[in-house]
């Protein structure tokens, strides 16, 4: 996530916070740390289309990794993170973002540019220079800063008159404004408490849903993956959203929100299956939540777990021949090229097809961190999918097809071999993977023995627990309400 955002958590209560930040560092400290020094060279993004396709707090944090992680789209990602700043009422995050782009302006003029290719160099020379570069306006800051005190003094003052009057749905509504300027202003852990007091006030099933989407997206800036996904499921245990009492257009934005939501908390968890039977229970008709994802986002994640975890069967039915996630697709061709031609078992060409798009997967502030485990299950799966048929495989042909060496191939097959999702062996004299012969009719034997020795012994605890109730030797505790009842007649009399 962006420098400075855990600085925030401070304010927030502990322990619905704490808990996640260790989970994080459990789950993904080795790839998080990855994370921290892997930089993109090569990507083909179209960064003013890519930004656009967001608002709030996730365009300015989507910009601002792609500057840590991309030189060549540093100084253009910065500019157009301070000018998105300068709608919002986050002078802290603005005037980080200038030292940054001074920064990386000050390296490139001095020669200092090591991570800086020459694209980037160029542009700063030609385009980017003093002329076009934004200048840090403290006055706006100190202005934007007083306007911030103004309105949160008169919107404190209206929610004060709301409990006066204790009018639950004004004062619901009050705080949910307060919220809204704190989320506005950068203060997550503030807008988090504001917008998880409106529960007290809720008076409709609409009302909770309405608390439940604005806790759910401060909770996905904060990266509070478990605070997500308990107010998805309680969102999606309303009462008024699964008996339809809302309009059927809200209802249904709603529910592909809160897939969306979902999804993404199952993805940064590593629940790889579960995210992609979220985010392909998503609506594209009725995708709009810009403040989380794009349209775009729920293909490619929504493609990438079920590449990863959904086998053949699986994978057309509910992806590739899917009316609803085929819509998605359609933002995405080269991903759906990649999911056909593994389902056309064309191995080399869906792995080729991948490395192209990795760059550009990279620069995902939410992906990133996946990328290499979810290729490496992609991979396993063609390994194992391409072996199931055969009794024998030549190893020459297999790593052809995968793009590899024999020795490399030798390797892969070794580690799944021994992790039982290939069952066979590797014969490296004459470069052939052999299946394991298994004795059908020992194997049925031993399973038949299994069965019968099970059955004898419950049929010995049946015998047993006869003879016990027969001889009236069992314990009987009486009933604890039963006890109390004549424990308080007793006392009665």
Known sequence: MPGGLQNMLGGVEPMQVDIPEENENEVGGEEGNEEQVYVVDNPSLDLEATSNAYTGLAKLYRLQFIAEHCPCYRVEALKLGIGHCQTTHNTVLYQRLHRQLAECV???????????????????????????????????????????????????????????????????????????????????????????????YCTSGKHVVSM???????????????????YVNKAMATPDLNEGNMKSTEHLSLVTRLRCAGGLADLMTRKYSAAAKQFLAASLD???????????????????????????????????????????????????????????????????LLEDMKDNLLLDIYLAPHINTLFSMIRNRGLVQYFSPYSSADLNKMANSFNTSVSGLENELMKLILDGSIQGRIDSHNKVLLAQDVDQRSHTFSKAVEMAELYQRRARMLVLRSAVLRANISVKCPARDQQEHNNYSNGAN
């Open 106 to 200: 000050a390296g490139t003029a001095n020669g200092q540019a090591g991570a800086v290719p020459d694209v980037a160099v160029g542009a700063a020379d030609q385009g980017m220079g003093e002329r076009s570069l934004p200048a840090l306006d403290l006055n706006w800051v100190d202005t934007r800063n007083k306007k911030a005190q103004m309105k949160l003094e008169k919107l404190d003052n209206d929610l004060k008159n709301y409990k006066s009057n204790s009018i639950k749905e004004s004062i619901r509504r009050g705080h949910d404004d307060l919220g809204d300027h704190f989320l506005d202003s950068g203060d997550l852990a503030n807008a988090l408490k504001c917008y998880s007091r409106a529960r007290d």
């Open 212 to 230: 439940c989407v604005n806790v759910i997206k401060v909770s996905v800036y904060l990266q509070n993956w478990s605070h997500v996904i308990s």
């Open 286 to 352: 009725h995708c709009d939540c810009p403040d989380l994802l794009s349209p775009n986002n729920v293909a490619i994640y929504g493609g990438l777990t079920a590449l990863a975890t959904f086998d053949r069967s699986e994978l057309h039915k509910q992806v590739i021949s899917s009316a609803q996630f085929k819509l998605f697709l359609e933002l995405e061709p080269q991903l759906r090229e990649v999911l056909q031609c593994f389902y056309d078992s064309r191995y080399g060409q869906c792995l080729k």
